[in-house]
């Protein structure tokens, strides 16, 4: 129940704020303009038939909301527990029956919900797709999946930098920072090393991009027979890289989110060299006035 | 009972409680005087749990505080001197709020508010309840930034009456009705 209240709060300070609703309308509003000009530019005069359309503009749409996505979300999260010891908040919630557990979840929950009403919100636009025909349901599917999972991935971790850093700004900052390396870094990795980014059977490209989301979102397309970029090999079974890529960012979200329970109590360090060392035997104290 | 044992607290350089004992039996009604940083405020901070001291020992009804925050918060009542609160809420929704962390049944929020309302003079003429929903108007309306900074505190006040046991800091401002309980 005390988790419902949280929730309830948070889903309702979240909603009344008028920059929610702008940013719905600017997120719908891009989308719809990118997918416009790019139907109106390739029409069947340039050599484009209805389902080369259709799967050219799904193409786009996935990008720019795995983009929009990662630009969005951690601004949900970043400053949600900072922001309370800020707005000088926090101590009265510390003191309730809140734990620290239904804490962190209340804020990740509440700062994901709006991330997944920019999905929800573009599903319309998606369906505009069916229309043209060259995409499947499964292919969609997968797609939902892989934008589900980034944003509970860059939310989860601006709620962990929100709990370590005191300042908002900062905890932005540092949050922002993580979803760019997170992009760049294998594709810089690849170049610099020089391996083929189609990787099949590269075995330090798999490595390198097995957390990566633009390549679980290229995995998703249906690139043929033989397709180059391969698939992920665990004990014999083989994963395509979108499925290695939830597996992999669901368990770095928990790692995540057990830390930014531990951090949002007071005295973090304090408590875990008493979890180290052994539990003495407990001395009730006799009242003595 | 509280039971402080020479506890010391250090910020950085400077010394905020240096050997400090102290025992407050149940019951007692207890008042920290000084001027500013003296150490009141970090004094009440250990006691909530929300600090660990440097040294020394803080014992609440037979349990240490540092080893036990969780079970020493949801015993104490703690109002800080600076609070703030959240723009967007009415007064209802604010107590509402604070009375669901506080483990308060979904069923007795509204009569619980309502009664806090009354007891701030808040719903003298605004408050109803209508078949179990309560329906409210005027002041209780309007979000909590709306409202003058003295009423700010008095419903920072009253989200601590179901459950204040120990604390409570920091009362200027508050008009004589909610300053009575």
Known sequence: MTFAALLTKELRLRLRRERTIWVLISYLLVMTLLGFLFISRNNPSNGYTVSTLGYGLYTLLVFVQLSLIMFITPAFTTTSINGEKERQTFDLLLCSRLSAFELVAGKLVAGLANAFLLIAASIPLFSLVFFFGGVGPAQVLQTTLVFIVTAIVVGTFGLFCSTLLKRPPVSTAIAYMFCIMWVITPWLLSFLLQLNVPFNNNAQATLIFIGNPILAMISTFTLGPGSPLGSYSFYGTSLAPWITFIIINLLLTIVLLLLSVWLVKPNPIGRLSRLMEKRRPKDKVVATT | ?181
């Open chain 2, 1 to 181: 009972m509280i039971k402080i044992q020479h506890i010391y607290k250090s910020y950085r350089k400077v010394d905020a409680l240096k050997g400090l004992s102290l025992q407050i039996p149940q019951g007692s009604i207890y008042g920290l005087i000084g001027p500013n940083g003296a150490g009141k405020t970090t004094l009440i901070r250990i006691l909530a749990a929300l600090l660990a001291p440097t040294r020394g020992e803080v014992w609440f009804d037979g349990e240490e505080v540092v080893r036990q925050p969780a079970l020493i918060q949801r015993k104490v009542g703690y109002m800080p001197d600076f609070f703030g609160v959240y723009p967007d809420l009415t007064a209802v929704e604010y107590l509402e709020f604070y009375a669901g962390i506080h483990g308060i049944p979904r069923k007795k929020q509204a009569s619980t508010v309502n009664d806090l309302l009354e007891l701030a003079e808040m719903c003298t003429d605004i408050a109803i309840i209508q078949g179990g929903q309560l329906v409210v108007a005027g002041d209780v309306e309007h979000v909590t930034r709306r409202i003058g900074g003295g009423r700010q505190i008095e419903i920072r006040v009253l989200e601590r009456v179901p459950e204040t046991t120990a604390l409570l800091k920091e009362i200027e401002g508050i008009n004589n009705v909610t300053r009575k309980w």
